[in-house]
Nanobody, 123 residues
Framework: QVQLVESGGGLVEAGGSLRLSCGAS????????MGWFRQAPGKEREFAAA????????KYADSVKGRFTISRDNAKNTVYLQMTSLKPEDTAVYYC????????????????WGQGTQVTVSS
């Protein structure tokens, strides 16, 4: 069993930056691909970014490419999402997820979810 706990969300003005963190319990973190999803009010949850267990493979949704950076520290069992040039349309609950590989993440084949952290971008 893996438990994922997100932190770092909050309120930021458009153009600003935030860094989300997701800490994982359990010994399977280093064997899991990790990712971030988001869900805006009234919309379906959507893929944002994914990173392989060895940080070699990284994938981004087109909507965040060039503005968001995913990274991980296996020694700390933590995955990060650095968000820059934030826009009001980035407002959403951001969820951390674990899966077998980055393709599984991108296709929604998730093994574990975090509880989510709210990000609000004001215009």
């Amino acid at each position: 069993q893996v438990q994922l706990v997100e932190s770092g969300g909050g309120l930021v003005e458009a153009g600003g930056s935030l860094r989300l963190s997701c800490g994982a319990s359990g010994r399977t973190f280093s064997r899991s691909a990790m990712g971030w999803f988001r869900q805006a009010p009234g919309k379906e949850r959507e893929f944002a970014a994914a990173i392989s267990r060895d940080s070699v493979a990284i994938k981004y949704a087109d909507s965040v490419k060039g503005r968001f950076t995913i990274s991980r520290d296996n020694a700390k069992n933590t995955v990060y999402l650095q968000m820059t040039s934030l826009k009001p349309e980035d407002t959403a609950v951001y969820y951390c997820a674990a899966a077998g590989n980055t393709d599984f993440l991108k296709n929604g084949r998730i093994d574990y979810w975090g509880q989510g952290t709210q990000v609000t971008v004001s215009s």
